[in-house]
Every structure is written in C-alpha cells, then in structure tokens.
C-alpha cells in the first residue's frame, strides 16, 4: 500500500499567518493527491483534487501543490474557521488517507 | 442539494451481520460512483469499499473482503454495505461519499458501528 506521512502533525499559528502543510507519499503518485478539511465532529470536506485543483465553495485561500512524492495545501492567511485537522488522500493505487495535520490556534 | 444520509449503525456483537444504507439526493445518483469510509481514533481515516456508478464493478480494503459486499439501487438513489462476521477492529464511525474519481467530493454525516459482546 501507498503510505501517506503529514507534516507537521500539530501546526500552531495566530489568525492572520499563512501556512504550509506537507503530505509525502511512499512512491510517486503523479498529481493522484486530493485534500480534505475535518472540523471536530463533522465530516470531512474536499478542498482541492488531484494536487491542485480547486474545488467550488471553497475559499480562495486553499491551494495545493506539488507531483510526484511530495505536495502542499497552503492556506493564504488563515482565518478562524480554518482551525481544525486536514487530510491527504492518493488514489494512484487503491485509496489511501495520511494521518491528519492538526491545525491550531497559537 | 447533495444530500447522502445513512443508517443502520448499531452495537453488534462479533460474529454478526449489520447493513448500512445510504440514501442520496440532489444529484443524478446513477452516473456516480460511491464508496464508504470509515474513521477511528486510533487508524484515521480509511477506505472500504467503492462501487461503481452502474453498480458492475465493486473493489475492497484487503481487510474486508469476503465479509462485507457493497452495492446499490439506482432505482432508489440507494446504496449499501452488508457487513458479515464482524470483528472488533471493524467498530468505527462509517461515512457514505460520493466518489466520482479518485476523490471523495461529498459525505454523508456518518454513522456508528460498535462490535462489542
């Protein structure tokens, strides 16, 4: 199986700054990378699919990057309601999810 | 609207079977595929299993195959997840979702699954 290893697991930033959060797969994946947002006791919510495309209904501040092994979800300027966990997903070979970034309020 | 709403969670004990439905809406439910995950606190978030729009081709996580079978009714916007022998390491919270590629686009608000004597 594809491993999928987020970094950092717990990221600690103040309203207003602007993050990177890191999901690396264990072999090349091409853009097979989707990103998901899970508040504490809802589901989760698709942000951006296959590396970076943008999904409608998300905000503009969600972005993604990267191919290969290694891809980014940046948040432009974190707002108040961005502070919960999110998730990596491949689907190059079968389907699998990384273990989550926590994202919170310093 | 898309809508997904399941049922059929439950306490159950180990060995039995349990069927979770998830009714859909606010989309043409037969020209997508769908899929159920499944979240605990100690494994995260994992896939089970994926249907394909038709219903004609269906895949699986290694650990349930041949105990759970998923399916659907596109008569009803409907789909499934029959769960047979049941272990305890399947108790987790199950999430319907759309799935029309590799992504899961919508999900349901999930429901319980305890197996437990």
């Known amino acids: 199986d594809i491993v999928l290893t987020q970094s950092p697991a717990t990221l600690s930033v103040t309203p207003g700054e602007s993050v990177s959060l890191s999901c690396r797969a264990s072999q090349g994946i091409s853009t097979s990378i989707h990103w998901y947002q899970q508040k504490s006791n809802e589901s989760p919510r698709l942000l951006i699919k296959?590396?970076?495309q943008s999904i409608s209904g998300i905000p503009s501040r969600f972005s993604g990057s990267g191919s290969g092994t290694d891809f980014t979800l940046s948040i432009n300027r974190v707002e108040s309601e961005d502070f919960s966990v999110y998730y990596c997903?491949?689907?190059?070979?079968?389907?699998?999810f990384g273990s989550g970034t926590k994202l919170e309020i310093k | 609207e898309v809508q997904l709403v399941e049922s059929g969670g439950g306490l159950v004990q180990p060995g039995r079977s349990l069927k979770l439905s998830c009714a859909a809406s606010g989309f043409t439910f037969s020209n997508y595929g769908m899929a159920w995950v499944r979240q605990t606190p100690t494994k995260g978030l994992e896939w089970v299993a994926s249907i394909s729009a038709g219903g004609g081709y269906t895949y699986y996580r290694d650990s349930v195959k041949g105990r759970f079978t998923i399916s659907r009714d596109n008569a009803k916007n409907t789909q499934y997840l029959q769960m047979d022998s049941l272990r305890s390491e399947d108790t987790a919270t199950y999430y319907c979702?759309?799935?029309?590629?590799?992504?899961?686009?919508?999900w349901g608000q999930g429901v319980m699954v305890t197996v437990s004597s």
């Open positions: 979702a759309r799935h029309p590629l590799g992504d899961f686009d919508y």
């Open positions: 296959f590396a970076s």
């Open positions: 997903q491949q689907s190059y070979s079968l389907l699998t």
